[in-house]
């Protein structure tokens, strides 16, 4: 009897159909292609994975706060932009670069925060008009030209982001690390914390939250700052790994983040969010693109099998968040 | 007689060219059941928007205790020791009982710097409140609004507005689209309330309702009060209906017809 309450209540939580998902994709891409498993394929897989993640993970916690942000791709590839700009110029050192990049991202989102929140205007729209400014700047800056990373090899920084390391028969970047640390940091602060209580509730009721003095405004500014540093430093890992800084990368990069987090389990409307489904949906998308390849599916189907993906653990979702409104 | 807790002096409230409350002056004494009633558009919504900081008033002040306080927002009404429990708009339905109960004041634990939220205490504190509002069901304190029934919400936010030494708790509408089961529940934890010292503004449609839990009855119509001390205990229904409509009976039976 408890045995099987126990089991009831893992299957009710958000995040068991994306885990289960994602064994399923497991199991069926080593089943075709023995070679999905390989440390090689692994290393790989896990490279972009957290660059992306790293957006993902700061998106969980905008959107349970009611809002979400379409600029982070344009940020993602504005802000390398920036720093490269920055440094080989000679205006400024590396380090310096880098924390001017990052202040730059979040002044974007803190902009963008204070149109959502002050103005009252729907963040779809604020962060729509902030993806076209931020990707125009940077396409005008650069003339639409990559900018010249190659000299990052010997800056310590560049080691500290992306430099890597062979754990046994696996290569590992540093950006692992960062991923992790990022998800064990905002799993505390959403599910632990005060002002983690201050995201759900600004989500899940603004009006009830701020009449019991949750500063509901300033949640969401804050949120929206991170978010875009963020992007931001996902973007700077990614120029440095592939030693380059092009002013278009990161397109679309939005609409995949968003994905990840709602098949996760993370509600659009907010109120409700997960870092552990967050997670699990960062891989089971990341997974879902490395594998197709690898058992021999074209490249190009991968948005069929992620619409689906999408479409099938939304009804997954919407299902069980009705099971738990009628308190069952 | 015991003193004012709440007195607001000659309220009056313009919107826009329309006058929803005109001069009026409202009462309610330190551990009393005030039941406020009148038909739609009396202005019973609109004096307790302005009491709870929803809605600022044209001109008129308001008193605790005999001091002149400021009530610009709801913060500033919660501030001030009253609390405003609308049907469903005061819970996270998202968020669980003790997380709900705790919002905006949550108790932290540990290094600051953390802000890690005392769980242990939140879970022990909301389980003693739900039990001294009256909630004789073993619900976990984990448990998401959302799972809860409309009585027992309510039982949530009275609930909590015991707990942080709310001196007044307005409830309007709070046996709406309940059962007679959760009705009879909600009347109780006014009444707990009231016995611990609590003040409150019971509004609701159902005049049965009110006669049940209420010390003194205040009737509204056309924006100001037309009877402020009637004891349910002295007067019928009835007599009360003849009130809050203001037609006699013959007048009630011809406009019925």
Partial sequence: MEQQSLARRLIAKPEFGPFVLLLVEIVV???????????????????????????????????????????????????????????????????????????????????????????????????????????????????????????????????VLVGDLNVGPFRLYMSLFWFILVAVIFWYILSQTKFGNWIQASGGNPGAASARGVNVGRTKLILFMLCSAMAALAGIISSIRTSAANPNSGTGYELEVIAMVVIGGTALMGGRGTIIGTVLGVFILRVMRNGIVLIGVPGLAYNIFIGAIILGMMALHYGLERRHQAGT | MTQDLVRMENITKFYGRVQALDNVTFNVKEKEIVGLLGDNGAGKSTLIKVLSGAVPSSSGSIHIRGKKVDINSTTDAIANGIETIYQDSAL????????????????????????????????????????????????????????LSGGERQAVAIARAMYFDSDLIILDEPTNNLGVAETRGVLNFVRNARDRGHSCIFIAHNIHHVFQVVD???????????ADDIDPKKTSVEEVELVITGMSDEELAAATV
């Fill in chain 1, 29 to 159: 891409f080593t089943s075709i292609n023995p070679n999905f498993l390989s440390p090689l394929n692994i290393s790989n897989t896990l490279v972009f994975t957290v660059e992306l993640g790293l957006i993902a993970l700061a998106m969980t916690l905008l959107m349970t706060a009611g809002e979400f942000d379409l600029s982070v791709g344009a940020v993602f590839g504005f802000s390398p932009v920036v720093m490269w700009t920055l440094f080989n110029q000679g205006i400024l050192p590396l380090e310096l670069a880098f924390v001017a990049a990052l202040l730059l991202a979040a002044f974007i989102g803190f902009i963008s925060g204070l149109f959502v929140t002050r103005l009252k205007i729907p963040s779809f729209l604020v962060t729509l008009g902030m993806l076209l400014v931020v990707r125009g700047t940077a396409l005008f800056v650069t003339d639409g030209f990559p900018q010249r990373t190659w000299n990052a090899g010997d800056q310590w920084l560049a080691t």
């Fill in chain 2, 92 to 147: 996270v339905t998202q968020l669980s009982i003790a997380r709900n109960l705790f919002l905006g004041r949550e108790p932290v634990t540990g290094p600051g710097i953390l802000n890690r939220m005392d769980h242990a205490k939140m879970n022990q504190v909301a389980g003693d409140l739900l039990r001294r509002v009256g909630i004789t069901k073993n619900i976990p304190t984990t448990t998401p609004i959302s799972a």
């Fill in chain 2, 216 to 226: 003194r009855i205040v009737v509204m119509r056309q924006g100001t009060i037309v």
